[in-house]
């Protein structure tokens, strides 16, 4: 019961209308982690400098997050992101990237990793995923996201990269983009013809919606008062997805497995983005999680009662 996760190791400076933070922990694979491990074991693969110290392994640690395929740069600087959200908070602006150690990343994963049963390509350049794939060959199930950056400047490869996963989860918008479909059932239809027996469709704080053989299932985003930061919602909606289907993956991919995946994703995601940055859901308990997965129950379930046929006046 393993999942890997390769995607970036960041350090992220964030401004929302709500507040800021200069330098905090995050990266899309940070992100997955966190959420993945509780519902499974989680081992990270990546490159950091020598920047990424002590307290930013035991955030991993603290969560039993195996770090052995961190790859640790000397005298190199971990990847860097600056981003702000306007009062959409579904929009994040990037202002600055620094690729840093990213951008001489050979992946090299361990044994351990290579026999993982569960694969994530988190948001990182289209190639670096695809040879993650193809090292990573004992995945029966391995999930990629990408974003609008690739889709603009590395479009065959990130086709090539679907194409080898059996999982998509992009934000909608994203889908569309990629397919140049603007209709969303159209445009998860395209990508599950590109190889990806399922699609999943993230909205935002609108919730998500899931696109497979079986059909069709959707679930609103949690009704929060007040969200902080969005930042890595994505990547915590697919660690609680990932991470629940790794965990019960004897059961398959039925249909009422994969509403529970996405309902747990859905509670991940909505915990990420009550704080800044992993500050929530580094403190977050199990117990809060079957609480907020209830509530999702509750909110989502009714009765089918047909109506009655009203005599003609
Ligand atoms: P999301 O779940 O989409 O909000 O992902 C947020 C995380 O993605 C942040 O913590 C960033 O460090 C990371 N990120 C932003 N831009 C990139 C990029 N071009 N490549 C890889 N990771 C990125």
């Known amino acids: 019961m393993t999942v890997v996760v390769v995607g970036s190791i960041a350090f992220d400076a964030v401004t929302t209308p709500f507040g800021e933070r200069g330098r905090m922990l995050g990266g899309s694979a940070v992100h997955f982690s966190l959420s993945a491990s509780f519902f499974s074991d989680v081992r990270v693969v990546g490159p950091v400098g020598d920047d990424f110290g002590e307290d930013e392994y035991a955030v991993l640690h603290d969560r039993g997050v195996i770090t052995d ?15 702000h ?4 908070l579904n929009t994040a602006r990037t202002d600055e990237t620094q690729l840093n150690v990213f951008g001489e990343f050979e992946p090299k994963l361990s044994e351990d990793s290579k026999r993982a049963d569960t694969l994530f390509l988190a948001n990182i350049q289209p190639d670096l995923q695809l040879e993650v794939r193809n090292q990573c060959k004992a995945a029966r199930l391995a999930g ?20 080898a996963v059996d999982l998509v989860l992009m934000n909608d918008a994203e889908l569309r983009m990629l397919t140049d479909e603007p209709n969303l059932a159209r445009a998860a239809a395209a990508v599950r013809a590109l190889g990806p027996r399922i699609v999943v469709a993230k909205q935002g704080e609108y919730g998500a919606a899931l696109f497979s053989e079986e059909g069709f299932f959707a679930l609103p985003g949690y009704p929060l008062e007040d969200v902080l930061d969005p930042t890595g919602a994505g990547d915590s909606f697919a660690g609680g997805f990932l991470g629940y289907l790794d965990a019960h993956r004897e059961d398959g991919l039925s249909e009422p497995v994969l509403q529970r995946a996405m309902t747990y994703g859905s509670v991940m995601a909505s915990f990420n983005v009550e704080e800044f940055g992993t500050e929530r859901v580094r403190r977050l308990t199990i117990d809060e999680i079957n609480e907020r997965f209830a509530e999702f129950k509750h ?6 009662i047909p109506i009655e046929v009203r005599a003609a006046r």
């Open 69 to 83: 395929d961190i790859e640790r740069i000397e005298s190199g600087k971990t990847f860097f992101w600056r981003g």
């Open 85 to 88: 959200y306007d009062y959409d």
């Open 144 to 163: 990629l996201d990408s974003m609008n950056l690739w889709i603009d400047t590395a479009r065959d490869s990130l086709v090539r990269a679907i194409g």
């Open 299 to 304: 909110m989502t379930h009714f009765e089918a």
